[in-house]
């Protein structure tokens, strides 16, 4: 989950002695992509040893910025130096031949290898001399202890989920002993654990001299590991600031142009009274051992744990993407009657049941498609007449979906793959309205979307509501499950251990919940405080590759903390 929370006070930022000189500097960098100018006139200097952030809202050409630096753009105009030369890099190859590597917001994963041999691509030690597996072995064990990593090297890389796949690209970027790391919101979609040990991991490298540049939605993260920041708007350079003088209302201004305030929009009552619009009971599935709950017209039903808990597991169940092998499954249908979810995906589709996926990529979007079919891809028998899809009406649905969740920089012609990470985002839930659902299952809704965005994303989630929609909100960041969710479920190794209401929903009670027995509920409150050595880091590791600690203690039950009998 991410540190999120109430803001600590800062500690006094050091001034760092590691920065020594200017390592990569952009002079004057233009970029377009057909008619979208990406960026334009961009100057910077990141010095040697920095960890410089690079903020924005979604489109505003962060990824675009990151991309040249690493080679896998080259600007249209301008200059880019490394070390005071100028250089020309033509491919990604030729940046890490200079000690730059870019971990893409896009994961690059080779799906049908292991993770270990995902790590060494291309620079397998068998170059320098060792060939053998348990070489290899020894020297992916080392490298995942040296970040905290559990994360099993002979585990199919395609098989994980996005969290452990972000592991795996940033375990790609360390062993390459790169000078500069270019992390494209490396925490999108890690859980707390693994973003506190990534940032452990992003202030030794820096303190080793590795220069790091960081684009992150997540602005707090930012002001706690940046030394610089630079906001960019619409392709421009809006200014760079010393992070130390910052504050996230100081930077959400600079980056929007206006001020917003950072609360979620006021919560209606709960809705008592109201239909159930689904009932899962027992749920047993992959990853789900009997899970109950009802979910009313109305309401936004929290779903909160660690990555590995089991919450997506329940919404893929629910919707029948997983096989289910106990418990049942019913939707409300009109009037006092219910349909029993039994089928595949197209049954819960049918029945009233939509889904934003946890991974844009491998779950729903059609990249190289463009982006009216991404959208209409779901309900295509709304627009269709006699099986042939009426083209016009497709596009102004799709058009209409699309500015209600203010999709940004692109046509509905272009291939989605050309729009921004958080615009791609935004595209699964214009897709998921156009079925004008009875329940949404929202599972990470918001990753990788700007402030901005994210504001207007509550608003349509509460307005839908307010017309009888009920929610399933599944998201790792505590903030945006207490501001939203009227009611909130935990989940820890597949089952609800706790449900949450009123008073009681508290940051501290759904951490305790989430990490079980062995957690110290006072701790993970304030990501400042001095580590414990017994917390349990490697917990939102998948089930299955990380063994309970030895070190349990006894449970410290919060107050206002209701346990669910398991
Ligand atoms: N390959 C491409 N083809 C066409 N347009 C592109 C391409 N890549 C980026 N763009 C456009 O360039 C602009 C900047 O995109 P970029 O991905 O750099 O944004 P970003 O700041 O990283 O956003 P996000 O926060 O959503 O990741 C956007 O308008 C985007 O649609
Ligand atoms: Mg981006």
Do not use: W
Not at 112 to 120: A, D, I
Not at 287 to 294: H, K
Not at 368 to 387: D, F, H, I, K
């Amino acid at each position: 989950m991410h540190p999120r929370g109430d803001d600590p006070p800062k500690p006094p930022r050091q001034e760092k002695e590691t920065i020594q000189g200017p390592h990569v500097e952009l002079r004057d960098i233009s970029k377009s992509f057909g008619g979208t100018r990406a960026l334009e006139g961009v100057s910077l200097t990141v010095g040697r040893g920095a960890i410089h952030a690079l903020v924005g809202e979604n489109g505003a050409g962060k990824s675009t910025l990151g991309k040249i630096i690493a080679g896998a753009h080259t600007p249209d105009h301008g200059q880019l130096l490394l070390d005071g030369e100028t250089v020309h890099l033509h491919s990604p190859r030729d940046a890490i031949a200079r000690g730059v590597i870019l971990i893409a917001q896009e994961l690059a994963i080779v799906p049908s290898l292991t993770v270990e041999q995902n790590v060494f691509l291309g620079v397998e030690p068998r170059r320098a001399g060792f060939q053998n597996r348990r070489e290899l072995r020894r020297k992916y064990r080392d490298l995942a202890a040296s970040v905290g990593f559990e994360l099993d090297g002979d585990a199919n890389a395609g098989s994980l989920r996005t969290a452990d796949q972000q592991k795996v690209e940033i375990l790609r970027a360390l062993c390459r002993s790169a000078q500069l790391i270019v992390m494209d919101e490396p925490t999108a979609s890690l859980s707390r654990p693994d973003v506190e040990a990534l940032h452990k991991v992003i202030r030794q490298l820096a303190k080793n001299g590795t220069t790091v540049v960081l684009v992150s939605h997540f602005l707090n993260e930012v002001l706690e590991l940046a030394d610089e920041v630079t906001i960019l708007r619409d392709g421009r350079l809006v200014q760079t600031v010393p992070a130390a003088r910052q504050t996230e209302e100081s930077l959400m201004a600079a980056m929007l142009g206006r001020s917003l305030d950072k609360a979620f929009p006021a919560k209606r009552p709960a809705p008592a009274g109201a239909p159930v619009v689904l009932a899962v009971r027992g749920l047993t599935a992959p990853g789900v051992s009997d899970v109950s709950f009802e979910l009313r017209a109305g309401e936004i039903l929290g779903l909160a744990g660690l990555v590995g808990a089991g919450r997506t597991e329940v919404a893929r169940a629910i919707y029948r993407a997983n096989r289910v092998s106990a418990g049942t499954i019913a939707v409300a249908a009109g009037g006092t009657g219910t349909v029993a979810v039994t089928g595949g995906p197209r049954m819960a589709m049918r029945a009233g049941v939509a889904m934003i996926p946890e991974s844009r990529k491998e779950q729903g979007l059609l990249l190289g498609r463009p982006v009216v079919e991404n959208v209409s891809l779901s309900s295509l028998a709304a627009v269709s007449t006699a099986g042939l899809v009426r083209r016009g009406p497709e596009r102004r649905t799709v058009r209409e979906a699309m500015s209600r969740v203010d999709v940004r920089g692109g046509t509905p012609g272009q291939p989605a793959s050309t729009l921004s990470g958080g615009n791609q985002q935004k595209l699964m839930f214009a897709r998921s309205l156009l079925r004008d659902p009875r329940v949404l299952i929202a599972d990470e809704p918001t990753r990788g979307v700007d402030v901005g965005a994210k504001r207007a994303i509550y608003e349509l989630l509460t307005s839908l509501t307010d017309g009888g929609l009920g929610v399933l909100l599944i998201s790792s960041d505590v903030e945006e499950i207490l501001g939203l969710a009227h009611r909130v479920l935990v989940m820890r190794a597949g089952r609800v251990t706790a449900e949450l209401t009123g008073d009681a929903m508290s940051e501290a009670a759904i951490l305790a919940a989430a990490f079980g027995p062995r957690h110290d509920s006072a701790s993970p409150r304030d990501p400042n405080s001095p580590r414990d050595p017994n917390s349990p880091r490697g917990s939102s590791a998948s089930p299955s590759n990380s063994p309970p600690s030895p070190r349990d203690s006894a449970p410290p039950i919060p107050p206002g903390h209701e346990e669910v009998p398991e």
